[in-house]
């Protein structure tokens, strides 16, 4: 590979870094064309955009961010694939149910380093929105007990009304 498209393409991983907030190193060298294929495939569906890259231009790709991904080095050996998304955690560990030869790394999830024995606690994590909706339910629950109670004290309020004018 000439050197203008080695810069070229630590330009394009750089970018494609900026631009996730997550991303998780995985081993892929042990599928085969038919599993490769599988994996590509839940991929998409999932909204998760994975890259096959080569170590030593990750890694150059990383020292030329503002962010320290020095952590993440020692796992840059081998074949390694990257996954961008915030929740392929999950596929991961489906995809690795069905098949032992998916390894996974390493991630980095907002401003955090996981290494390969913390994937059930990757999983584990929330993705934002799900926050969020677990935030707006916890707000709304007073709320709806309030006007719930409010109903059902105007009903009552409004049967003994009724009861007391029929008398």
Known sequence: MKKEDKSTVIEQIAATLKEYSHFYLTETSALNAEKTSALRRECFKNDIKMLVVKNALLHKAME?????????YDCLKGSTTIMFSNTP?????EFKK?????????AYVEESFYGADQLDALVAIKSKNELI?????LLQSPAKNVVSALQSSGSTIHGVLQTLSER
């Open 64 to 72: 030329s961010l503002e962010t320290d991904y020095s952590p993440l």
């Open 89 to 93: 955690a999950k596929l991961i560990k």
């Open 98 to 106: 069905n098949s032992d030869l998916l390894g996974f790394k390493a």
């Open 133 to 137: 909706a677990d935030v707006i339910a």
